[in-house]
């Protein structure tokens, strides 16, 4: 089963919007990250928030964790074209033995 | 150059045929990560290892075979390639941090096709 589960599946958003994804998991965590994928590429890291964190921003990127609710949400404002993808959180409760991804969503930003 | 990079990129196979998927990072990162990426199952760990020569499972391991004798190469290995193994395929390494894994950088892929 998987640890973490991004909502919504796709988002689609005009230029200068923001646009926020959110990431549920079921066990605990040492920290949660999120990558982007752009298409027929590989996943680049974007951020990581650790278990004792509650936000963490970079650049328009805003990171919210909730360990009490078992969950994320990654803000991205004032979007653009470029910022289209796919966005996937991932956690880590091991030493790698439990770093899962999520199976993403799928941002569109329109121009 | 430095990075980490996957060869080949494109692969075609035959079912029962024994393919390998090189890995390999400048980095001198600790961790190495395979994963692979199929619509709707997002990123799954196939294995991981933490040092030369330490290797574990991930969530999903059969039908696949690691080494690591040096830091910085990963190979991955079918050792008979089946239908279900059509993929994409990603490597990763990382330095690793106190609390856990830390910041991954992906290689660049490899599509894997078994007919």
């Known amino acids: 089963s998987q640890q973490g589960e991004e909502d919504p599946q796709a988002l689609s958003i005009q230029e200068g919007e923001n646009a926020t994804m959110n990431c549920s998991y079921k066990?605990?965590?040492?920290?949660l990250q999120w990558y982007r994928q752009n298409s027929g590429r590989g996943l680049v890291h974007l951020i990581l928030i650790r278990s004792n964190e509650r936000e963490k921003h970079s650049g328009r990127l805003r990171v919210t964790l909730d360990t009490s609710k078992k969950s994320s949400s990654l803000l991205i404002t004032a979007s653009r074209a470029a910022d289209t993808a796919s966005y996937f959180c991932a956690t880590d409760n091991n030493y790698g033995q439990n770093f899962v991804f999520g199976p993403g969503t799928r941002l569109s930003v329109l121009p | 150059d430095a990075g980490i990079t996957q060869s080949p990129r494109y692969k075609i196979t035959e079912t029962g045929r024994q393919v390998t998927l090189m890995c390999h990072q400048t980095?001198?990162?600790?961790?190495m990560f395979w994963y692979r990426q199929d619509l709707g199952h997002g990123l799954r760990l196939i294995y991981y290892?933490?040092?030369?020569?330490?290797?574990d499972k991930g969530e999903v391991p059969d039908g696949y075979v690691v080494s690591r004798s040096k830091t910085e190469n990963f190979p991955l290995t079918l050792e008979s390639a089946t239908r279900s193994q059509t993929s994409v395929y990603f490597c990763?390494?990382?330095?690793?941090?106190?609390?856990?894994?830390?910041?991954?950088?992906f290689g660049p892929g490899t599509r894997l096709t078994v007919l």
């Open positions: 066990t605990s965590i040492n920290n």
């Open positions: 290892s933490a040092a030369a020569d330490i290797t």
């Open positions: 990763a390494s990382g330095p690793g941090t106190s609390g856990g894994v830390g910041e991954q950088f």
């Open positions: 980095w001198s990162h600790s961790y």
